[in-house]
């Protein structure tokens, strides 16, 4: 079965320090992935997507993701957190062929702290 | 431009009442998706709709769940005699609905909150 992973309920990191979080995924054929962020009070964003060709996508705010077939997984990165970065990041996964539908982790909460 | 609106923001109904969620989407985008996002989760697929047909209906818990989009443009959810385990926030999401539909972005409404006592 189709699904995504993101083991981490919370990361925590210091304004200007480096952050990542992870994302691992299980799929059939090919993935689509994306990560998208959800502010308080406001709808989910899209901040990046993979669907063939580099490894290393660059996104939104500085954001960036690199695939990695051999480990199945899809981690975002950024090389110096900001205040601002805190919410709710998801990371999602599609395939060609299954037309419209995109499954979402669970989710991981990013807090930078001053 | 204008986003994704959802209305209403919040909806607090009881057990055993039908509810209607309307989302308007971007103008011009053809897919639209519903999800059901709980307490602590990642958005679960509801339902997708490519104009004004749904393509992909998968998702929808059980038959008390069902939407329209009759013109293509606004959609509606509709739940009958919901249940207290209805209770989540919905969220809709369009996209411009080019093939494959599997890897577009989509773009995502503040979501409808129903609380069912």
């Known amino acids: 079965a189709q699904s995504v992973a993101q083991p981490e309920d919370q990361v925590n990191v210091a304004e200007g320090n480096p952050l990542t979080v992870k994302c691992t995924y299980s799929?059939?054929?090919?993935?689509?992935l994306f990560w998208y962020v959800q502010y308080p009070n406001r709808g989910l964003q899209f901040l990046l997507k993979y669907i063939t060709g580099d490894n290393l996508v660059k996104g939104s705010y500085g954001f960036e993701a690199e695939f990695n077939k051999s480990q199945t997984s899809f981690h975002l990165k950024k090389p110096s957190a900001l205040v601002s970065d805190s919410a709710l990041y998801f990371c999602a996964v599609s395939f060609y062929s299954s037309a419209s539908k995109i499954i979402f982790g669970s989710g991981t909460r990013l807090s930078i702290r001053p | 431009g204008a986003g994704v609106s959802q209305t209403p923001s919040n909806k607090v109904t009881e057990k055993g009442k039908y509810v209607e969620l309307r989302c308007d989407p971007i103008?011009?985008?053809?897919?639209l998706y519903w999800y059901r996002q709980s307490l602590g989760q990642g958005p679960e697929f509801l339902i997708y709709?490519?104009?004004?047909?749904?393509?992909?209906d998968s998702g929808l818990p059980n038959d008390r769940f069902f939407a329209v989009r009759p013109e293509g443009s606004v959609s509606t959810l509709k739940i009958q005699r919901t249940e207290r385990g209805d209770s989540a926030v919905y969220l809709c999401?369009?996209?411009?609905?080019?093939?494959?539909?599997?890897?577009?972005?989509?773009?995502f409404g503040p979501g409808t909150r129903l609380t069912v006592l």
């Open positions: 103008s011009g985008h053809t897919a």
């Open positions: 709709f490519q104009g004004t047909g749904a393509a992909d």
């Open positions: 999401a369009s996209s411009p609905g080019l093939a494959p539909s599997s890897y577009n972005e989509q773009f």
């Open positions: 799929v059939s054929g090919n993935p689509y």
